[in-house]
């Protein structure tokens, strides 16, 4: 997402995103070199011969417009009380946390949003625009071990120095002995990464099925990915613009697990699972297949879903979604891996990841990937044969002026929505949506 509410500026605003960019030069040979008309037919021959990857990007398994039929599903509300939602965590006995972009987990139980917090971390951030931020707290996520160390993993916006604007820090907390709530003075931060813009902060933090905790960071943000040479999605030496993997099961730090795909390559950093990314807002893993799915939130023009898998360059900025960005045309795409899905700005403008539903209540979505844009439409992408496509979700007891800020999956496999009324965190009317049998 960018935060939820970050999506959305970043999409309202395109002009000035526009303004901002920073063009790189294109890497072709200029025609004009060649002084001859004959001279000039002959390069362009050698180069679609030589270097095919520049003038055509293969989109034949991606379908952009959807043509699939419309899933009707009921919504029971959870709640309708909260401050900008942006993530859950189930601990397994009915309770539901909730993350508050504002800085607050708060706590669901009995079916009722209890009044104390499980965890504040609102001092250790930064101080979070009403109207409008994509800071704050972006993630949460217990142990897989959770029932028996009882810990719990943030990762949330917080100062810094220098000529950045903040820091992510990715922080783990143990719970009170006998208790739903987190010891404060038990927060150990694990990781921190410096940001030029306030903007473009993943954030996003899941436990993998390999027991290693995963984490996405947006490129630092402003418009097309403008730190750097060459921004920093296709940059190694930072975090920014990447998919992280880390082992975090010590109980100092965290230790790079040895099968990474960039351990021991020089100029890389060896957290790094996948690149190329602009802003992973929200990911998951398929808890039949495993595979990693992410929403990654496009610039001007397109939005796309992902499968990340290990060492894969997912484009950015040399594309977005299946088109060229930097250079506008003629882009070399080889090596990068493609989305299964997009869908331009005609359709919604910022992509929000979701879930493969694996619960029993809804058996048309089963194995279907689920997943909204901010603006409020829910969609799933079924794979057929070697081509993903779309059809819609229409939802009953649901209102849609709603922004879908994020998704949650509880242990049964069943999938909740995260809404808020406005752009930003100054309401208390966020809300949580439970897909129902219709």
């Known amino acids: 997402m960018i935060c939820l509410y970050y999506i959305k500026a970043v999409k309202l605003e395109p002009s000035i995103e526009q303004l901002m960019k920073k063009q790189s030069d294109t890497p072709y040979p200029r025609l004009f070199l060649y002084s001859t008309f004959f001279g000039a037919l002959l390069f362009l021959a050698l180069l679609v011969l030589v270097l095919p990857s520049f003038t055509a990007i293969d989109t034949k398994n991606i379908t952009k417009d959807g043509d699939l039929g419309t899933i009707m599903v009921q919504a029971q509300r959870i709640t309708s009380n909260l401050q900008a939602p942006v993530a859950l965590a189930f601990p397994g006995n009915g309770d539901i946390m909730v993350a508050e972009q504002t800085g607050k987990i708060r ?49 949330y916006s917080a100062p810094t120095s220098g000529n950045f604007n903040c820091k ?35 954030g996003c933090i899941q436990f993998g099925p390999d027991g290693y905790l995963y984490l996405s960071l947006g490129d630092g943000g402003g418009a097309g990915d403008r730190h750097g040479a060459f921004g920093n999605g296709q940059k190694m030496d930072t975090w920014l613009g990447k998919i992280l993997r880390i082992d975090v099961s010590g109980d100092k730090g965290y230790s790079v697990p040895k099968d990474n795909p960039f351990v021991n390559r020089g100029g890389a950093k060896p957290e790094i699972w996948a690149y190329g990314l602009r802003n992973a807002w929200r990911f998951s893993f398929d808890k039949a297949s495993g595979q ?7 610039q001007d023009a397109w939005e796309e879903v992902d499968i990340i ?70 969609f799933y992408l079924k794979k057929t044969a070697n081509t993903w496509q779309r059809g819609k979700i229409t939802v009953q007891n649901y209102s849609d002026n709603l922004k879908v800020t994020g998704f949650g999956e509880d242990a049964s496999g069943e999938l909740y929505v995260l809404t808020n009324p406005d752009t930003g965190p100054n309401n208390d009317s966020g809300g949580i949506y439970k897909f129902v049998k219709n």
């Open 309 to 378: 898998e290990k060492g894969n360059n997912y484009g950015w900025r040399i594309t977005e979604g299946t088109h060229c960005f930097d250079p506008a045309k003629g882009c070399n795409v080889k090596g990068i891996t493609m989305p299964i899905y997009e869908y331009s700005h005609r359709d919604g403008i910022s992509i929000i990841g979701g879930y493969v539903y694996n619960g029993e209540s809804i058996p048309a979505l089963k194995s279907k990937y689920v997943c909204a844009d901010w603006t409020g439409p829910l």
């Open 168 to 202: 992510g820090v990715l922080a783990v907390y143990k719970m009170l002995p006998n208790s739903d709530y987190a010891d404060a003075g038990s927060g150990r931060v694990l990781f921190t990464v410096d940001k030029p813009e306030y903007n473009h902060d993943g």
């Open 292 to 298: 990693l799915f992410a929403g990654d939130v496009g």
């Open 107 to 155: 706590l669901i139980k009995n079916g009722k949003l209890t009044d104390k917090p499980v965890l504040d971390v609102t001092d250790k951030m930064v101080k979070i625009t009403k109207s409008y931020d994509e800071r704050g707290l972006l993630g949460i996520v217990l142990s897989p071990k959770f029932h028996t160390d009882r810990k719990l993993y943030v990762f």
